[in-house]
């Protein structure tokens, strides 16, 4: 069965720290991966994606994530986080032989001045 | 703003009533995706269409459905409301091809049903 793990329901960082947000997903065949981010009473924003080539990709307002096919892995990350990084991120999954979007549970990540 | 449109933004009703949510995508997307989001379950995929046709289903419960219309905005209908109904509704769009394939989410709407 396909699915998206995000095994912290939470993480609390410092500002100006690093900070990573984990995923780790199980589906057959190479996956396109997806990270979104939501604030409250919004709707989910896409940040970035992989779908094929570089393992590290760049997304929007800083963030980049690394896919790692051995460990079955898409973690999220910022060098720097700010105050405003505060929200709830989703990972997501999308298989290419088939259509269905996996979403992860979300992590809601905690940035502290 | 991801330049996809959900109405109403807001809705109360009671058990047992039928509501219809509506998502215009964004313009050249021919895909929508229906999602319902509640405090204990994340986010639940319920349906996708294409261009038209039912292209992938979710978790859509029997009472409920959905349908994309020739100008590709897309209703989705609630019958039998029930308090567990309660939830954000979202719908997102994507190109769904070309290696396109994120989606963009409308602002959602909340559903209560009192």
């Known amino acids: 069965a396909q699915s998206v793990a995000q095994p912290e329901d939470q993480v609390n960082v410092a500002e100006g720290n690093p900070l990573t947000v984990k995923c780790t997903y199980s589906v057959s065949g190479n996956p396109y991966l997806f990270w979104y981010v939501q604030y409250p009473n919004r709707g989910l924003q896409f940040l970035l994606k992989?779908?094929?080539?570089?393992?590290l990709v760049k997304g929007s307002y800083g963030f980049e994530a690394e896919f790692n096919k051995s460990q079955t892995s898409f973690h999220l990350k910022k060098p720097s986080a700010l105050v405003s990084d505060s929200a709830l991120y989703f990972c997501a999954v999308r298989g290419r032989n088939f259509n269905k979007f996996y979403f992860g549970s979300g992590t809601k990540l905690n940035v502290k001045p | 703003d991801s330049g996809v449109t959900q109405t109403p933004k807001h809705l109360i009703t009671a058990t047992g009533q039928r509501v219809t949510l509506r998502c215009s995508p964004r313009?050249?997307?021919?895909?929508v995706y229906w999602y319902q989001q509640s405090l204990d379950q994340g986010l639940q995929f319920l349906i996708q269409?294409?261009?038209?046709?039912?292209?992938a289903k979710g978790n859509i419960l029997e009472r409920f459905s959905a349908q994309q219309f020739p100008d590709l905005h897309s209703e989705l209908n609630l019958s039998s409301l029930e308090l567990g109904d309660s939830a954000l509704y979202f719908c997102?769009?994507?190109?769904?091809?070309?290696?396109?394939?994120?989606?963009?989410f409308g602002p959602g709407t909340r559903l209560t049903v009192t």
């Open positions: 313009s050249g997307d021919l895909s």
């Open positions: 997102a769009s994507s190109v769904d091809g070309m290696l396109t394939y994120e989606q963009y």
């Open positions: 269409y294409y261009n038209g046709e039912e292209r």
């Open positions: 992989y779908i094929t080539g570089d393992n």
